[in-house]
């Protein structure tokens, strides 16, 4: 199996399911099991309906990756666009106990990853989400 992935799509919320399914066979093959790559999918569509919601404003015509790639027992997603800056900072988590529709994504995200980090490379806003593979004694 290849240790990396990536694919390029436009912003149309059609394909999500399509990156679901690359994330999800490419996390099967990484070691991951069923509920744990299910945790990771919410994970990605959560970033990546941000992307397409906040960063592009709907825009569906729009260039966004996803990239996946497994370093050292751990599962590394990278998702890039060149959208509206995004600052997690300036963004307030939702406490889970507010009850309201949205702006759970972020908190949903750090919640299921183990690391999540966002920064912006000129014109292009990353997000870096990465998961430890463990073995079933280790949950």
Not at 33 to 49: F, N
Not at 52 to 66: A, I, N, P, Q, T
Not at 74 to 93: S, V
Request: charged share 30%; with cysteine.
């Amino acid at each position: 199996m290849p240790n990396e992935v990536e694919i390029h799509i436009t912003s149309d919320p059609r394909w999500l399911g399509l990156l679901r399914r690359v994330v999800d066979e490419f996390a099967s093959h990484a070691g991951f099991e069923a509920k744990d790559r299910h945790a990771l999918l919410v994970a990605v569509s959560e970033a990546v309906s941000n992307v397409m919601k906040h960063s592009y404003h709907g825009d569906s015509d729009r260039k966004l990756s996803l990239a996946c790639q497994v370093v050292d027992g751990e599962i590394e997603i990278c998702i890039k666009d060149d959208g509206e800056a995004f600052d997690p900072q300036a963004k307030e988590l939702l406490p889970p106990e507010e009850v309201r529709p949205g702006g759970r994504g972020v908190y949903l995200m750090k919640e299921i990853m183990d690391e999540v980090e966002y920064w912006r490379d000129g014109a292009t806003n990353c997000v870096r989400m990465k998961k430890y593979v463990r073995s079933p004694a280790e949950r």
